[in-house]
């Protein structure tokens, strides 16, 4: 009895720890942006709860995110990372739990095979590091 108390004393702890959440989604997009919408649900779908803003400066917020030069449509701000467009929850899940020194990854455009672009293909989709000024994007992983 004694055992089981600890174990689900444990529990407990672990459930009400940060360690099992996901952080917050901080999500910019166009208000007239469709498939903004899907990816917002498709983070949502996958455990993230996500606040999205409609903004009309889109330009302005990619220019504060340094994310112009692999921009997207919409630009997302995910445990101290920026995630510009449609990335995959795998590469999210990679950029997390690696902690890399990067400002954030990115889908750049908007490929079909993305998520809430429509099908995805596993192993077709490319995920860019965010470039700092005067770098050159590179391979972060392929999903």
Request: charged share 15%; aromatic share 8%; net charge positive.
């Amino acid at each position: 009895m004694y055992v089981l108390t600890r174990f689900t004393a444990l529990l407990l702890l672990l459930a009400s720890s940060s360690v099992w959440a996901l952080p917050l989604v901080t999500l910019y997009k166009d208000a007239n942006c469709g498939c903004c919408q899907k990816y917002v649900a498709y983070l949502r779908e996958h455990g993230f709860k996500v606040e999205a803003f409609d903004r009309a400066d889109m330009g302005r917020i990619k220019q504060q995110y340094g994310v112009t030069r692999v921009a997207s449509c919409h630009t997302a701000l995910i445990g101290g990372y920026v995630v510009e467009g449609h990335v995959p929850v795998t590469a999210i899940q990679k950029l997390l739990q690696q902690k890399p020194a990067i400002a954030g990854i990115s889908v750049p455009d908007m490929p079909t095979n993305s998520p809430g672009m429509g099908e995805m293909k596993p192993g077709t989709l490319t995920v860019y590091t965010i470039p700092a000024a005067g770098e050159m994007p590179r391979v972060f992983s392929v999903e």
